[in-house]
């Protein structure tokens, strides 16, 4: 295949799942392993070729927002990410910094006037973004006026907690997506139809953009977080840092995943001093002041031994793949979800296949690959808690299997009305 048509290929089905991730669809074309794999490849043959596509997603920040827009007043940037602590340490140098969770939620910016909040808006292609401001006046934790007559900028992540998205994946909004990233993305862009359910949304605050007036005392990133939490706001857990303790704190950040209640899918290392931060600039993508560290896949090969297929109160019926139990990072693993019926069937799954396996943000299993691809294994045309039929839903990017039976009347309208009309 000529290197061009690759790249276009590559292009295409990675702003599609960019399009997915900002916009709060219930599921992504691909899985996050999928994608930094297609991402991966799509560098190694820009370089190779000598220039990049002008849509590519190396070079652009989330997605063009169509309704409601809102110029950002300083451009919202994306982290370039590694995997390597020493590239880590080579950035930080000599110098200070601040470690802290990389949060897996929703972007979301924040701006206050004369201490009101006067406007709340999306990430967006990171130029402009989406009013969000109705929708983030009914999170939990977002204060209506701060004790301040400056104008303040604050950025920060709207995230579902772990322990709620487990109670919010039994009611029949909850359950259609396949993470708390998702779900959290789907309600800030919703218009009005999940009102209650924004309500178990958090905001943590990790960045002040803009201070009109700032003190002249704060000079540093911990100072601001000292600064945001006197104004009454929830910041990300964090860390000073120097060269000697980063790998050190990274290894504690690392034991501690399994036990914080928020998605998270990395680190991230600013520097500490202000003024440094500032005079380094950014590129068209990325500020100079911080890099996002992600952990390293530690995957595994196992064998396909069986299928579970578990079904929701609201009747949704999802794959679990049973396997051979192997060893990943200390834990034994002995299945893995696929999530849904469409990525049951994009795997192409089959008794006895050999699929690699690894925990997902260091959490939870997940299949990267099945390497044999048997497709011998169908869904159940019965449903395995009542012996009904099931019924297969078609949206325009997913395929969902369904009980009506067991759903009764906790079935979804929107299923409840396709499904009437086929009968």
């Known amino acids: 295949m000529p290197i061009e048509t690759r790249m276009r290929r590559l292009v295409t089905i990675l702003n ?9 669809q219930e599921e992504s074309p691909m899985t996050d392993a999928q994608y930094d794999r297609y991402l991966e490849e799509l560098k190694i043959l820009e370089a190779e070729a000598g220039y990049r596509l002008a849509e590519s997603p190396t070079i652009r920040v ?35 910094g601040i470690l802290s969770w990389k949060l897996d939620g929703v972007s979301i910016v924040l701006y ?24 983030v006046r009914m999170m939990r934790n977002i204060p209506d006026m701060i004790e301040t007559k400056n104008t303040v900028i604050i950025r920060g992540e709207g995230c579902i907690a772990l322990s709620d998205f487990e109670t919010l ?22 218009q009005g139809t999940r009102d209650s359910l924004l309500g178990y949304m958090t905001f943590i605050a990790h960045s002040v953009m803009f201070i009109d007036g700032i003190a002249k005392n704060v ?12 104004l009454g706001f929830m910041v990300v857990p964090h860390v000073k840092v120097v060269n000697y303790t980063l790998k050190h704190e990274i290894d504690k950040f690392t034991n501690e995943v ?3 209640d928020y998605p998270v899918d990395g680190l991230v290392l600013t520097l500490d001093d202000l003024l440094i931060g500032k005079s380094l600039g950014s590129t068209a993508k990325f ?19 069986g299928m579970k297929w578990s079904v929701s109160p609201t009747g949704l019926i999802t794959p679990v793949l049973l396997v051979t139990p192997v060893e990943i990072e200390g834990t034994t693993v002995k299945q893995a979800s696929l999530h849904s019926l469409r990525i049951f069937e994009d795997m192409a799954i089959g008794i006895g296949d050999t699929v690699e396996i690894f925990k997902a943000n260091k959490i939870i299993p997940e299949v990267k690959e099945n390497l044999t691809r048997s497709a011998t294994e169908p869904h159940p045309e019965v449903c ?14 997913t395929r969902k299997l369904y009980c009506i039976q067991c759903a009764g009347d906790k079935l979804p309208k929107e299923v409840k009305e396709v499904y009437l009309s086929h009968i």
């Open 384 to 397: 395995p808690v009542c012996g009904n039929q099931t019924v297969v839903m078609h949206g325009i990017k």
């Open 62 to 96: 989330g997605y063009e927002e169509m309704e409601d827009k809102i110029k950002h007043y300083i451009p919202i940037l994306s982290l370039k990410d590694t995997k390597n602590v020493e590239e880590l340490l080579y950035f930080l140098g000599e110098k200070e």
């Open 258 to 260: 399994e036990g914080f």
């Open 112 to 135: 206050y006037q004369n201490g009101k909040l006067d406007r709340a808006v999306s990430r967006g292609n990171g130029m402009i973004g989406k009013d969000i401001t109705r929708n």
């Open 16 to 24: 599609e799942a960019c399009q997915a991730y900002y916009s709060g």
């Open 169 to 190: 994946k039994q009611t029949t909004e909850g359950e259609k997506y396949r993470n708390p990233r998702n779900l959290a993305s789907g309600l800030i862009n919703s």
């Open 287 to 305: 500020p100079r002041d911080s890099m996002a560290f992600k952990w390293p896949d530690i995957s595994v090969f196992t064998k396909v031994r």
């Open 219 to 230: 000079s540093t990133k911990s100072e601001l977080f000292v600064y945001l939490e006197r």
